[in-house]
C-alpha cells in the first residue's frame, strides 16, 4: 500500500496533491455545521449605451448587501476581477470603480483584483507588471488585494513562483489573496502544488488564497491541508459549479455566481447551521440545521448551471453577460450590456434562457419564504 504525505516538510516542490493524505479526505470529513464564513461576491460592472452603468451596479450591491444582512451573512464586494472585466479596464477606469464603490459604501470591506499590466510582450515573468494597481487599490483601507494569476506568473516552476509571490509582496501594504486557476479556465493555466500551497500560506502578508476549480476537486485539498496543518490562511471556493462545498466545510465562497445567486446562497448558509450556532439566524426550533437547504443547493446550483454553462470552446468566460441578463431580469439593471470591448458574449435568446434558468428558484424561493 502507497504510503500517503501528510508532513509537509516531507514535500518536494514537484510533489504531486494524490501523494498526499490531503487528496484523499472526502467531503464528509470537512463538514461544518457551526460556521458561516463570509460570501465574496465579484460584482458585476455593467454598461448601458456603451458606458458604465454607475445607478445599476450600485444597485447590484445594494441588494445583495440587503440580502446578505437578512441572513446574517458577512459579505465582501470583489471589485476589478473578471466579472468587473479588469482586463478591458484601462488604470482610470480601474480606479473610478475604486472611488465609486467607496463614495457608496465609505464602511465596507472589498477585495480588488489585481494583474499583470503591460506584460503582452514580455519573455518572463516581471513582478513590477503588478505595481501599477496595487498603487491604486493600495490608496484604499479597510480592502484586500487578489493577486490574480497571469501567464508568465503561472509559467514559472514551483519554486521560482513561490519567489515570485514573495517579491509581489513586498509591496503589499494591505492584506493579500492569491490566486490559482485550472486549465479549464484558461488552457496555460496549473492549479497550485501542495508545496507551494503550504509555502504560501506560510506568508505573513497572504490571509487566503481562491482556486478557481471545475474538474478537479482543489478545493478540497485545499481544505483538508489548511484545517490538518492548522494554517492562519482561508481558502476561498472559486468553484461555480460547486457552491455547496464551501457552505458545507464552513469555508468562503469567492465567486461571481453570488451576484446571479445571492439571495439562495444566503439563506443556504444560514439554514446550513445547527440552532447551537452563534451566527444562526433563523432557528428551527429543533436544535438541528434545516434539511431543506439540500433543495435550495440544487435550486441555485441549477441557475448557475445554465450562467456558467461552457460554449463550443468549453469556456464558461461568457458567464459576465449572462448575469447581466439575470440581474436584468430582476429589475436591477436597466439594460443586459456587456463592457463594449468584451469579446466572450452569449447569442441571441439569452434573456429567454435566463428566464427559464429563474424559475425554479424564484418558485423554490417562494416557497421557503426566501426573500430578495
Known amino acids: 500500500m502507497k504510503t500517503l504525505i501528510s508532513d509537509p516538510k516531507e514535500l518536494s516542490p514537484d510533489t504531486p496533491w494524490l501523494d498526499t493524505t490531503w487528496a484523499w479526505t472526502g467531503e464528509e470529513a470537512l463538514v461544518n455545521h457551526t460556521t458561516k464564513a463570509r460570501l465574496c461576491a465579484a460584482a458585476l460592472l455593467p454598461f448601458r449605451a456603451a458606458k458604465p452603468d454607475w445607478e445599476g451596479f450600485s444597485a447590484s450591491i445594494r441588494w445583495m448587501q440587503a440580502t446578505a444582512d437578512h441572513y446574517g451573512v458577512e459579505l465582501v464586494v470583489v471589485l476589478n476581477a473578471d466579472t468587473g472585466y479588469i482586463f478591458d479596464l484601462d488604470d482610470a477606469m480601474y480606479a473610478e470603480v475604486l472611488h465609486r464603490f467607496r463614495a457608496d459604501f465609505p464602511k465596507a470591506k472589498f477585495i480588488a483584483g489585481v494583474t499583470a499590466r503591460g506584460a503582452d510582450n514580455d519573455t518572463e515573468f516581471k513582478a513590477e507588471r503588478y505595481r501599477a494597481l496595487l498603487d491604486i487599490v493600495q490608496e484604499h483601507d479597510n480592502c484586500e488585494v487578489m493577486l490574480m494569476t497571469s501567464r508568465w506568473l503561472n509559467a514559472l516552476g514551483p519554486e521560482r513562483r513561490r519567489d515570485a509571490y514573495y517579491e509581489i509582496a513586498e509591496w503589499l501594504i494591505r492584506p493579500g489573496i492569491v490566486h490559482a486557476l485550472e486549465p ?28 478557481s476549480t471545475l474538474d478537479e476537486p482543489h478545493f478540497l485539498y485545499w481544505a483538508a491541508m489548511c484545517r490538518d496543518l492548522a494554517l492562519d490562511f482561508a481558502p476561498h471556493s472559486g468553484d461555480d459549479f460547486g457552491i455547496a462545498t464551501a457552505i458545507k466545510t464552513g469555508l468562503p465562497l469567492l465567486i461571481g455566481a453570488a451576484v446571479s445567486g445571492a439571495p ?27 434539511t431543506r437547504v439540500y433543495k435550495v443547493f440544487e435550486a441555485f446550483q441549477s441557475l448557475e448551471d445554465q450562467v456558467f454553462r461552457l460554449d463550443s470552446k468549453m469556456s464558461a468566460a461568457a458567464y ?24 466572450d458574449l452569449r447569442g441571441g435568446g439569452e434573456a429567454e434562457r435566463m428566464t427559464d434558468a429563474l424559475r425554479r428558484p424564484r418558485r423554490l424561493a417562494e416557497r421557503l419564504h426566501i426573500k430578495f
Open 184 to 211: 479549464s479556465f484558461v488552457p496555460w493555466a496549473t492549479p497550485y502544488e501542495p508545496w507551494l500551497l503550504w509555502q504560501l500560506a506560510l506568508h505573513p502578508k497572504f490571509v487566503g488564497g481562491k482556486i
Open 264 to 290: 439562495l446562497i444566503c439563506a443556504a448558509k444560514d439554514m446550513w447551521l445547527t440552532d447551537d450556532s452563534p451566527g444562526k439566524k433563523f432557528k428551527t426550533g429543533t436544535g438541528r440545521f434545516d
Open 320 to 343: 459576465k453577460h449572462s448575469t447581466a441578463h439575470v440581474l436584468h431580469l430582476l429589475g436591477l439593471l436597466a439594460s443586459p450590456e456587456a463592457h463594449p470591448s468584451c469579446r
